[in-house]
């Protein structure tokens, strides 16, 4: 069985561009997640769709957008890139979100601004 | 609004030693409490997880977890420590329930292993 796919790897941008990651989950896996991860900050909660729908939101700014599609993949979308926008990118699926399902976490998209 | 502590940001153990990572958390309802490690350049895999029912958890790779509601604790240990377990690791916490749908990690430990 796949795991959760994130693409791409690694990334650079330069300030003022905007870039779109993208997330597949586990086949079934309907809630898709998305964190930021930082040496400052560590991990912190971006959103989570299912069904296509937003259904949470952590504390950022709007330039942080995300999006699912009907086969369940998920794209985030930052546009107006800064450079402390530079982090590990992680996306996480579940069957349906509920914390007894558990999450199962991609590798990451590593985004450099500069 | 739950949170998580982790204490300790390093832990050195030697190799064959009891591994002890310490988690405290908070939340005014039933958490769901999880333990992820995270080699270099990966993203998390999970280790164990306490949802309901027996408060011992044993996970991958050897480690468990003891869920304490009064000390509001959830340690991770490992008998026996073995290089291959030098990793950084994190503490979660998800609210049943409460609509949440997001995991609270703490700043994370990151075990370094002596041989």
């Known amino acids: ?114 | 609004a739950q949170s998580v502590t982790q204490l300790g940001s390093h832990v050195s153990v030697s190799e064959g030693a009891l591994v002890l990572l310490r988690c405290n958390y908070s939340s005014s309802v039933p958490p769901y409490l999880f333990w992820y490690v995270q080699y270099p350049n990966q993203g998390l895999q999970l280790l164990l997880k306490y949802t309901t029912g027996a408060t011992l958890v044993k996970g991958i790779n050897g480690f468990e977890a003891e869920f304490k509601k009064s000390e509001t604790s959830f340690h991770l240990t490992k008998p026996s420590a073995h290089m291959s377990d030098a990793a950084e690791y994190f503490c979660a916490v998800s609210v049943s329930g409460a609509g949440s749908y997001q995991l609270t990690f703490g700043k994370g430990t990151k075990l370094s292993v002596i041989p």
């Open chain 1, 1 to 114: 069985k796949a795991g959760v796919t994130q693409t791409p790897r690694y990334l650079i941008k330069t300030r003022g561009q905007q870039v779109t990651l993208s997330c597949s989950p586990i086949s079934g896996h309907r809630s898709v997640s998305w964190y930021q991860q930082t040496p400052g900050q560590g991990l912190q909660f971006l959103f989570e769709y299912f069904s296509e729908t937003q259904r949470n939101k952590g504390n950022f700014p709007g330039r942080f957008s995300g999006r699912q599609f009907s086969n369940s993949r998920s794209e985030m979308n930052v546009s107006t890139l800064e450079l402390g926008d530079s982090a590990l990118y992680l996306c996480a699926s579940s069957l349906a979100g509920g914390s007894e399902d558990g999450y199962t976490f991609g590798s990451g998209t590593r985004l450099t601004v500069v």
